[in-house]
T-cell receptor, first 111, second 115 residues
Framework: DAKTTQPPSMDCAEGRAANLPCNHS???????VYWYRQIHSQGPQYIIH???NNETNEMASLIITEDRKSSTLILPHATLRDTAVYYC????????????FGSGTQLTVLP | DAGVIQSPRHEVTEMGQEVTLRCKPI?????LFWYRQTMMRGLELLIY????????DSGMPEDRFSAKMPNASFSTLKIQPSEPRDSAVYFC?????????????FGSGTQLSVL
């Protein structure tokens, strides 16, 4: 699976958009980008995933650059409850190896 | 749906004792995963099952660790004997077989402290 690079921490003001970047310059053509988050004392929670088109769901939007070497997770109106560690993962769906979580980005939403 | 259910929520034990962690996956999910999380190593996959059969246990740290899935609705992770370095949060996750196995549903975890 392609290696990902994320900033270790970010702050965001409550009500503003949180933009979390992820670099995956070695991503291959059949690898998808997945995002999970982990709120303190809870298990990781799936957020969104995509291949090359931008994706949006009720939780977030995922913007993948045209060359697919980087992506951005956008939380449009961050709340205090969005404070969590956010993990960016790239992999081929259904491959034998399972999800590997890196160190992620600690997002702190400030009041 | 109640989600993935893990028990106990917290476990404190003494070195050398046997520890059993339990997991009930979401009904209808055929793949089950055990993860361990520590500050030093982050989230690590220990083992996963498809249709109650262990597929990959390469993440199990040593022979003191064992996992079973006797049926589709129950799995255990056992540590015998336990050691202080086993202290961690242990998560169970499940997903429907045939799914991409990327959208995992995690339980709330078991916080294990070995004194």
């Amino acid at each position: 699976d392609a290696k990902t690079t994320q900033p270790p921490s970010m702050d965001c003001a409550e009500g503003r958009a949180a933009n979390l970047p992820c670099n995956h310059s070695t991503i291959s053509g059949n690898e998808y980008v997945y995002w999970y988050r982990q709120i303190h004392s809870q298990g990781p929670q799936y957020i969104i995933h995509g291949l090359k088109n931008n994706e949006t769901n009720e939780m977030a939007s995922l913007i993948i650059t045209e060359d697919r070497k980087s992506s951005t997770l956008i939380l449009p109106h961050a709340t205090l409850r969005d404070t969590a560690v956010y993990y960016c993962i790239v992999r081929v769906p259904g491959s034998a190896r399972q999800l590997t979580f890196g160190s992620g980005t600690q997002l702190t939403v400030l009041p | 749906d109640a989600g993935v259910i893990q028990s106990p929520r917290h476990e404190v034990t003494e070195m050398g004792q046997e520890v059993t962690l339990r997991c009930k996956p979401i009904s209808g999910h055929n793949s089950l995963f055990w993860y361990r999380q520590t500050m030093m190593r982050g989230l690590e996959l220990l083992i996963y099952f498809n249709n109650n059969v262990p597929i990959d246990d390469s993440g199990m740290p040593e022979d003191r660790f064992s996992a079973k899935m006797p049926n589709a609705s129950f799995s255990t992770l056992k540590i015998q004997p336990s050691e202080p370095r086993d202290s961690a949060v242990y998560f169970c996750a499940s997903t429907p077989l045939g799914h991409t196995n990327e959208k995992l549903f995690f339980g709330s975890g078991t916080q294990l402290s070995v004194l």
